[in-house]
T-cell receptor, first 116, second 114 residues
């Protein structure tokens, strides 16, 4: 299994440009999520999905869109990039929480985004 | 509101010394607690998790953590630090029926001196 894969690894954008960060997993996980990591702030949840066709907002959703058309893929779209979106973005996946015990989340290697 | 606080953004220890990384949580309901490790330029890897089965949890690479409800703490320890332990460590919390959402602490960078 490849696990969770993310592309690209690095990206530089100009203010106002749009782009899509790709995330895919081959573990048949229902739950997928996007986080951004900023120095001194840990990881903050942007959007998440509990299955194909179902998405919801996390802690910092503004400026980002997601969709989940398949179990495997969960792309993150930046609509109009701003310097404040300069960050490292991580995608994660897990089996859905079944109530008795939360499942381990598996993280991708990250995408480092710079917005000029 | 539920939250996680990690005390100390940087911790430095000598090789062979005790590692202690602190994590406190705030929650009105019983939490599930996690420690993740991030090596440079990599994603996060689960070290251990507390899910109410036992208060002392053993993880990978010799790490363990103890859940103390009275202190709302879940500190991470390792008896003897190794150079390969140098990394950033994150404490995270989740709750029943939260669909897997995690709230992360700010992270603690561990340095190990020879």
């Amino acid at each position: 299994n490849a696990g969770v894969t993310q592309t690209p690894k690095f990206q530089v954008l100009k203010t106002g440009q749009s782009m899509t960060l790709q995330c895919a997993q081959d573990m048949n996980h229902e739950y997928m999520s996007w986080y951004r990591q900023d120095p001194g702030m840990g990881l903050r949840l942007i959007h998440y999905s509990v299955g194909a066709g179902i998405t919801d907002q996390g802690e910092v959703p503004n400026g980002y869109n997601v969709s989940r058309s398949t179990t495997e893929d969960f792309p993150l779209r930046l609509l109009s990039a701003a310097p404040s979106q300069t960050s490292v973005y991580f995608c994660a996946s897990s089996f859905d929480f079944t109530g008795e015990s939360p499942h381990e989340q598996f993280f991708g290697p990250g995408t480092r985004l710079t917005v000029l | 509101a539920q939250s996680v606080t990690q005390l100390g953004s940087h911790v430095s220890v000598s090789e062979g010394a005790l590692v202690l990384l602190r994590c406190n949580y705030s929650s009105s309901v019983p939490p599930y607690l996690f420690w993740y490790v991030q090596y440079p330029n990599q994603g996060l890897q689960l070290l251990l998790k507390y899910t109410s089965a036992a208060t002392l949890v053993k993880g990978i690479n010799g790490f363990e953590a103890e859940f103390k409800k009275s202190e709302t703490s879940f500190h991470l320890t390792k008896p003897s630090a190794h150079m390969s332990d140098a990394a950033e460590y994150f404490c995270a919390v989740s709750w029943y029926n939260q669909g897997g959402k995690l709230i992360f602490g700010q992270g603690t960078e561990l340095s190990v001196k020879p």
